[in-house]
């Protein structure tokens, strides 16, 4: 039996196997029967390894659901292995690092403990909102960026006089790392949410940087897609030619997909840190070597 064993979560199956192929790796895999109460009842298939296991789930919607699972596996994987390591792609609630308005629950703290209760001693994220969620898991952790491997799918495209836009100022780095590797400038729009209604507004008047230019916006996650949807009507009215976005997780609520595109982008690219249909871009071999 292989030294390493990868625990595929039901929703992070396409990663684990990649994952158990690149670190030669013995894959067990799960099967959820979800009960009429919603409780998950998973059945696991192949041997654990001894020595360390690599679970993989991402926290996606339904978000409770899907992290008692990825609690649930990492339990498991610790009564056979000595090590344990969690990957957790898209790590769901890594929104709420923060207190930002008085009472509110800093629920990544909860999620901190839960983890290391669970029984995991490393975990691994990818493109994580903020770095501040890591700090509440007193575990080693590591937050791997997809932003070469969205870089190498846009290289393949034929943009013209190509530049970076982020729709707001949080992801200001993100941009300036992807427009790195991109060889192209970059730009971050002012964006204000409101944080009881959750509506957003571009706040940016006006930009001489984007007229007659094909624009690539990133962004860590589309959720609802209002981020993108309100950035990318702004700068067609500041005459741009395409809009392209890229983005790590594809959480894409409620139709948002189709909105964005009513709105005007030419094509979403995503990873396949969640499952959809714009999740074209491996992440599995940027996660392995952070393993390896
Ligand atoms: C916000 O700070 C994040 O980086 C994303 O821009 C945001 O979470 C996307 O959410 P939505 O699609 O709902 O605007």
């Not at 090590?83 to 629950?105: H, S």
């Not at 909860?110 to 969620?133: P, R």
């Not at 729709?167 to 590797?181: L, M, S």
């Amino acid at each position: 039996m292989s030294k390493l064993s990868v625990i595929s979560g039901k929703l992070s199956e396409d990663i684990a196997k990649r994952l158990s192929k690149k670190l030669k790796a013995n894959l067990v895999k799960s099967e959820v029967r979800i009960f009429p109460d919603g409780e998950s009842k998973i059945t696991l298939s192949g041997n654990i390894s001894k020595r360390k296991s690599i679970v993989v789930q991402s926290i996606y919607p339904p978000v409770d659901t899907n992290l008692v699972q990825a609690l649930s596996l990492i339990s498991k994987a610790k009564e056979v292995s000595s090590k344990v390591t969690a990957v957790i792609p898209y790590m769901g609630y890594a929104r709420q690092d923060r207190e930002f308005l008085p009472g509110e629950i800093v629920t990544m703290k909860v999620l901190g403990k839960l983890f290391k209760a669970a029984g995991a001693s490393k975990i691994i994220t990818v493109d994580i909102h903020s770095m501040v969620g890591l700090k509440h898991f007193n575990m080693k952790s590591k937050n791997v960026t997809a932003i070469p491997d969205l870089v190498k799918y846009f290289k393949k495209l034929s943009l013209k006089n190509p530049l970076i836009v982020s729709p707001d100022q949080g992801g200001k780095d993100r941009a300036k790392e992807f427009a790195k590797e991109f060889d192209s400038e970059y730009i971050s729009l002012e964006k204000k949410r409101d944080r009881k209604t959750g509506k957003v507004q571009i706040k940016t008047k006006n930009t001489d940087k984007v007229a007659d230019r094909d624009l690539i916006l990133v962004d860590d996650m589309i959720s609802t897609g209002e981020s993108i949807i309100k950035a990318t009507q702004f700068l067609k009215k500041q005459k741009c030619k395409r809009v392209y976005v890229a983005c790590t997780h594809a959480l894409l609520m409620n139709d948002a997909e189709k909105k964005i595109r009513k709105a005007g982008v030419t094509k979403i690219v995503c990873t396949n840190t969640i499952p959809s249909k714009t999740s074209i871009v491996d992440v599995s071999n940027t996660i392995a070597q952070a393993i390896m």
